[in-house]
């Protein structure tokens, strides 16, 4: 009789809690997708974002999930979301990117990263989608790369910014692939450049070939098109031990805290303001 009463005190203490203090309604909720097919760096990276957000959603009051089935990239499964999130790659099915444009052109919000950017003629990610690389990104096609994964001493442009809140003028960032691109941001009135990298961080890269190696130039590594609720992040490839082939992850992307606050602050300005089915 003891245990039956100690385990229905529980249920109604339980019961009460729940009652008393209900759980919050989400800010805002946010799905990513991904692949982690191919290169171990962006699964690695692929793995951490999705161990991070959640504990992330849970101290900042929003949802978060993920998928790996990018045929839930339609409208009324987007329409359960205010914030998409791609982490590695892009939608190549043509019914999914005109549900992609839709949704952002509906007023959705978007973050990307590393990968998500990619897109090189002849390679497996063909510059194919005019609307994303030029007219959404601003980039066009990728042009070349530091190696190895290495940190750079990164340089705010934008104090002003949401995004940059609490970031020193300058920071070292988590060690990166760093990517160069056709067009020139600069040139595109419609990109705010929030990030590049700071001329103290050359050379960047180890090599082993020369081209790999960057010595000078401009390289925007955070942007955002103000004609949409979009941030693009360069970051988001860990350092992984090939040359030992023993694929040992070497580095981690949210092991930054200036890095992480950058990611934070993203988070909070596009899923402001938001509510549920907002962009319907």
């Known amino acids: 009789m003891v245990i039956l009463r100690k385990i229905i005190f529980s249920f109604i203490f339980c019961v009460f809690i729940l009652d008393v203090f209900p ?7 946010v799905i990513a997708f991904y692949t982690a097919k191919n290169d171990k760096a962006h699964i690695s990276f692929v793995h951490e974002a999705n161990r991070w957000f ?4 849970q101290k900042y009051n929003f949802s978060y999930d993920s ?12 329409s359960k979301y205010q914030i998409v999130l791609f982490l590695d790659t892009r939608p190549e099915d043509n019914a999914q990117r005109a549900a992609f444009q839709q949704y952002i052109e509906d007023g959705g919000a978007w973050m990307g990263f590393h990968f998500s950017a990619f897109a090189l003629n002849h390679s497996a990610y063909n510059q194919d989608w005019d609307w994303y690389h030029n007219q959404f990104l601003g980039v066009g096609q990728y042009k070349s790369n ?3 994964p290495t940190s750079a001493v990164l340089r705010v442009e934008d104090l002003k910014h949401p995004v940059t809140k609490k970031l020193p003028k300058t920071f070292k960032s988590s060690p990166n692939e760093w990517y160069r691109w ?20 050359f050379p960047l890269g180890t090599g082993p070939k020369a081209h790999e190696i960057w010595h000078s130039g401009d ?3 955070v942007w955002t098109n103000k004609n949409y609720r979009m941030l693009y992040v360069n970051m988001g490839h860990n350092d992984i031990d ?15 805290e200036t890095q992480n606050q950058l990611i934070i602050n993203a988070l909070l300005w596009l899923g402001k303001g938001s509510k549920i089915n907002s962009h319907k």
Do not use: C, G, H, M
């Open 182 to 201: 056709e067009k020139d941001l600069r040139q595109n009135k419609d990109i705010n450049v929030l990030l590049s990298i700071d001329p103290s961080s």
């Open 219 to 221: 390289y925007p590594v």
């Open 67 to 78: 998928t790996n089935n990018w045929a839930n990239l339609n409208l009324d499964f987007l």
């Open 146 to 148: 530091t190696w190895r």
């Open 23 to 29: 759980k919050k309604t989400p800010q805002f909720k």
């Open 242 to 256: 090939y040359e030992n082939k023993t694929n040992k992850e070497l580095s981690f992307q949210f092991a930054n």
């Open 54 to 57: 959640p504990e992330l959603a």
